[in-house]
């Protein structure tokens, strides 16, 4: 009885699974900006002959070799502030969480369901972007391939833990949506969407080191460059995922 009854949990799991990433899909949020924004925008800017030219202390990666990572961690950060919190957000705020919560599903499913289907997204995303990078534009793959895997993973978990806090304190999606923008663009800033970290004033450059998307651009350039990525990002990022998870789940409020 306790193995049929771990099969059906898990068949119940998967299924739920399955209803979320359809769910997430239809929704469009995610697939579009999500993919659809960050690939449009990687085809313009390669389409930008000025940014072939080399950044100074990079190591000879041109502007547009460091638009690819930048681009990848847009799409985690977009699908961590915009489509995690405001889904799970507006799931409370309509009583679905906790009606699920009196049922043997229960609501931690769907924050499985959620994380899932966000992270299949970023997959595909993650796995486009260097397939038209390379094929259509001539950037290379990242030298040191299990670094640059292990670098993403970290920063997946990152940005996934950080849009299960703001889930987490958000009530509504109106104040997961506000709360997602306020973290957005600081991010993105300190990731070099604007301005190139190697470029940055000293002060910038050293917050931008330990911030989730700027400890993920140090970790892919140096992957790209064909080193294992050092310590100090990747424990960077594992710190984020670990702690924010820890409080997101502490302070979740299913209802």
């Not at 080399?54 to 799409?75: A, C, K, Q």
Request: proline content about 7%; some cysteine.
């Amino acid at each position: 009885m306790s193995a049929l009854h771990t099969a059906e949990r898990g068949s119940a799991t998967w299924r739920l699974i399955k209803a979320e990433s359809t769910l997430c899909v239809r929704d469009k949020v995610a697939p579009l900006w999500g993919i659809g924004f960050p690939l449009v925008l990687l085809i313009i800017l390669g389409s930008v002959s000025d940014l072939r030219q080399p950044v100074e202390g990079s190591g000879g990666l041109t502007y547009f070799d460091l638009y690819v990572p930048v681009l990848i961690l847009f799409n985690l950060a977009i699908l961590a502030t915009t489509s995690l919190p405001t889904t799970l957000a507006g799931y409370r705020e309509n009583g679905v969480l906790r009606r699920m919560r009196t049922t043997p599903v229960g609501p931690a499913r769907v924050l499985a369901g959620q994380l899932v289907a966000n992270f299949a997204i970023a997959v595909v995303a993650m796995v486009l972007f260097v397939a038209v990078a390379g094929l259509g534009f001539g950037v290379d793959l990242p030298k040191h391939l299990p670094g640059f895997a292990l670098a993403w993973l970290l920063a997946a978990a990152a940005l996934l833990a950080i849009g299960l806090l703001v889930a987490a304190l958000a009530p509504g999606r109106g104040p997961a949506t506000a709360i997602g923008t306020v973290l957005f663009f600081p991010m993105m800033f300190f990731a070099g969407l604007w301005i190139p970290i190697s470029q940055m004033h000293p002060l910038l450059r050293d917050i931008a080191h330990y911030t989730p998307l700027g400890a993920g651009m140090g970790a892919f350039q140096d992957a790209y460059l064909g080193h294992f990525p050092s310590a100090v990002p990747l424990l960077t990022l594992t710190a984020y995922a670990v702690v924010c998870a820890f409080v997101a789940i502490r302070r979740f409020r299913w209802e």
